[in-house]
């Protein structure tokens, strides 16, 4: 069973960087996208970037320009780095792996995109201050 743990989640201050890791218990044999997700109260849990098996990435327009997921096979980890945090930033976080295609946001094809996903790890709250 994989076990997939986040952390580098905490407290920051609108402007600053945060470094979140997903370290997996063991490689999600045959899976082909890493993702992180985020998600508010009372909202989906939407996607906002991934990273395939063939190292191709994707970034929601809300993160765009200022997150960059990369991940170390060796040490079975994936990482968001997030730049430039704005208080819209504020949310838990959570990495995923999927057997599927990477996806985005919160819905797709009339699923949740988190459907798709088949192994999560536990969250990591983000706070970003103004």
């Known amino acids: 069973q994989v076990q997939l743990v986040e952390s580098g989640g905490g407290s920051v201050q609108a402007g600053g960087s945060l470094r979140l890791s997903c370290a997996a218990s063991?490689?999600?044999?045959?899976?082909?996208?890493m993702g992180w997700f985020r998600q508010v109260p009372g909202k989906e849990r939407e996607g906002v970037a991934s990273i395939s098996n063939d190292g191709k990435t994707l970034y929601a327009e809300s993160v765009k320009g200022r997150a960059t997921i990369s991940r170390d096979n060796v040490k079975k980890t994936w990482y968001l780095q997030l730049n430039s945090l704005q208080a819209e930033d504020s949310a838990m976080y959570y990495c995923?792996?999927?057997?599927?295609?990477?996806?985005?946001?919160?819905?797709?094809?009339?699923?949740?995109?988190?459907?798709?996903?088949?192994?999560w790890g536990q969250g990591t709250q983000v706070t970003v201050s103004s």
């Open positions: 995923a792996a999927s057997g599927s295609s990477c996806r985005l946001g919160a819905f797709s094809r009339g699923a949740p995109v988190s459907a798709y996903f088949d192994y």
């Open positions: 063991q490689w999600p044999y045959n899976y082909y996208c």
